[in-house]
């Protein structure tokens, strides 16, 4: 029976372009908010999951939800005036 063997390296040596750029952190730093009442509102969700909603969850829902519409209105009324490369003119 023949043996197998890897003819790479067991582990690919890092590479200098596997780092995020500092456009890419600004990015993901920018959608943070977003991202932040997103949680929130899964959180006021997963709590709901093994019992019945009362108005005080009911409320709790709406003003998730409503931070979550507020923070993506708010990025992209910041994006809005940005052009990105590969956009249309």
Request: glycine share 4%; net charge negative; aromatic share 2%.
């Amino acid at each position: 029976m023949k043996s197998i063997a890897a003819l790479q390296n067991v582990v690919t040596p890092w590479s200098d372009g596997l780092e995020p750029t500092d456009a890419e952190l600004a990015a993901v730093e920018s959608e943070m908010p977003v991202v932040l009442a997103e949680v929130e509102l899964l959180d006021a969700l997963i709590a709901l999951l093994d019992r019945t909603a009362s108005e005080f969850d009911a409320r709790r829902i709406r003003r998730a939800h409503n931070r979550v519409l507020a923070a993506r209105r708010d990025l992209a009324n910041r994006t809005a005036g940005t052009a990105v490369s590969g956009d249309a003119a």
